[in-house]
């Protein structure tokens, strides 16, 4: 955590285990049980994303481990699962899914339920937002709408009202997703970076393999800035994570916000 203008910025990465980071970010021969040691010790990245809880529940013997493997100080945001998202009728089990956090509850700092293109706005599907938030109330909540249509004044009135955080996501200007929409919501404001990749064309032609450049850099900071007059807590999750690109950026950002703190 880094404390800029009096508020809390939390800044990471999307998942930390990728082959593709041994060379750019992990030492070569880097065991997967020593990365999150070398991300939040060696490298002092203090926030991650726990992503891999989108394909599977957590169990309180992997949140242990992650515990145990990592710094004290690292904090965590909390991808929900891919059924949630798909099914509403699910959901009733989310107090297992909590259960298997529980070894590093403490350090968990938000949850985040990132929707996809085909999730437009519609009655059934606030209704089915509104569920999850009543579900993981415990805790910061957000969701990534990745359908631009979302992003009219009624639905996003609809949202505030719910108390719902909107995550603001910078996509590829050529995507056709969700428009760069900075603003905090319930005190706390969630950006998560994918880069503007020329191959990312569409919602069906994802592409993550993007370097920030410090003049984009320096404009999240300006956007993230600007929230923290607002915010008690700007989280801010690197996602480009192709070729180590993610912890590359996440690492400059930190410099340079701790550069502007010592100015």
């Not at 259960?99 to 599907?125: E, H, M």
């Not at 970076?193 to 020329?198: E, K, Q, T």
Request: aromatic share 16%; net charge neutral; charged share 25%.
């Amino acid at each position: 955590m880094i404390l800029f203008d009096n508020t809390p910025f939390h800044i990471g990465t999307a998942g930390y285990k990728f082959d593709d980071w041994t060379g750019p970010f992990y030492p070569k021969f880097t065991r997967n049980e020593e990365m999150l040691g070398h991300y939040s010790k060696e490298k002092g990245l203090k926030f991650l994303e726990l992503t891999f809880t989108f394909y599977a529940d957590p169990t309180e013997e992997i949140t242990t481990n992650i515990a145990e493997n990592s710094a004290d100080d690292l904090m965590f945001s909390v991808r929900l699962p891919k059924r949630f998202l798909k099914n509403p009728s699910s959901i009733f089990d989310a107090s297992r899914f909590k259960n298997g956090l529980d070894p590093i509850y403490q350090r968990v700092k938000a949850y985040f339920a990132d929707f996809f293109f085909g999730f437009t706005p519609s009655r059934a599907n606030l209704d089915h937002i509104a569920a999850l938030r009543d579900r993981f109330s415990d805790k910061p909540f957000f969701v990534e709408l990745a359908n631009r249509g979302w992003y009219k004044e009624k639905y996003i009135e609809e949202l505030k009202k719910l108390g719902v955080g909107i995550v603001v996501c910078d996509y590829p200007q050529g995507s056709g997703l969700a428009p760069y929409f900075v603003q905090a919501f319930e005190r706390n404001a969630y950006f998560r970076l994918y880069g503007n990749s020329p191959k990312w064309t569409s919602h069906e032609t994802r592409n993550l393999e993007y370097d920030y450049t410090e003049r984009e850099l320096k404009r999240i900071i300006k956007d993230a800035s600007a929230m923290s007059a607002i915010s008690d807590n700007v989280f801010i999750s690197f996602c480009n994570s192709a070729q180590g690109y993610a912890p590359k950026n996440a690492m400059e950002l930190s410099k340079m916000l701790r550069d502007k703190n010592c100015e």
